[in-house]
């Protein structure tokens, strides 16, 4: 069985300054793993997606992540945070063939 | 449509009556996903289909619950007898084949159970 550990359900971080979102995943199979970012009162969007082609993976808005299978992790990462970033964030794994299944949110707050 | 349509799109109910929640997946999409969200609170899968193949239902709370697809296209997921506890925002997603194609979520149903 799949599943994923968003290990913060909180951050906060301070305008200009790195971001680190931290997703770990457990899996029998090579997963395909995602970031999406939900504002409030808003759907979900989808920031990036690792599917075993290159293990950085770049996304939307500057956000990136990195897959490392020896750790199981896929942290989501920003060298400089800006308020719009403001929102929650998730993980999700996806095994061929099965359903996609979330973490259970990071709440990332930027202050000015 | 261009996107995944949810209807309607927001719904307020008695507790005791039965809804039901409405999902046009993107055209093509083989993999149709429904989940549920409370309120400040995460991705909850409620069930999985998936082409022809047999949905997963592994997500579904209680036998109060249940979805049908039409072939590739309409979902329709119900609520008999809802409850309180039902009160949350339902999202639909779709994707090409769900081998990890990216999938494509809908602006959801926000159900209120009054």
């Known amino acids: 069985a799949q599943s994923v550990t968003q290990l913060d359900s909180h951050v906060s971080v301070s305008e200009g300054t790195p971001v680190l979102l931290r997703c770990n995943y457990s899996s029998s199979y090579s997963p395909s793993l995602f970031w999406y970012v939900q504002h409030p009162n808003k759907g979900l969007q989808l920031l990036l997606k690792?599917?075993?082609?290159?293990?950085l993976v770049k996304g939307i808005n500057g956000f990136e992540a990195e897959f490392k299978k020896s750790e199981t992790s896929f942290h989501l990462t920003k060298p400089s945070a800006h308020m719009s970033d403001a929102a929650e964030y998730f993980c999700a794994s996806n095994q061929a063939g099965t359903a996609l299944i979330f973490g259970k949110g990071t709440t990332l707050s930027v202050s000015s | 449509g261009a996107g995944v349509s949810q209807s309607p799109s927001n719904k307020v109910t008695e507790k005791g009556k039965d809804v039901e929640l409405r999902c046009d997946p993107i055209?093509?999409?083989?993999?149709l996903y429904w989940y549920r969200q409370r309120l400040g609170q995460g991705l909850e899968f409620l069930i999985y289909?998936?082409?022809?193949?047999?949905?997963?239902k592994s997500g579904l709370p209680s036998d109060r619950f249940s979805a049908e697809r039409t072939g590739e296209s309409v979902s329709t997921l119900t609520i008999q007898r809802t409850q309180q506890e039902d009160s949350a925002v339902y999202l639909c997603a779709s994707s090409l084949d769900g081998n990890g194609n990216t999938i494509y979520f809908g602006e959801g149903s926000w159900l209120t159970v009054v």
């Open positions: 690792y599917t075993s082609a290159a293990t």
């Open positions: 289909f998936q082409g022809n193949s047999a949905p997963d």
């Open positions: 055209s093509g999409h083989t993999a």
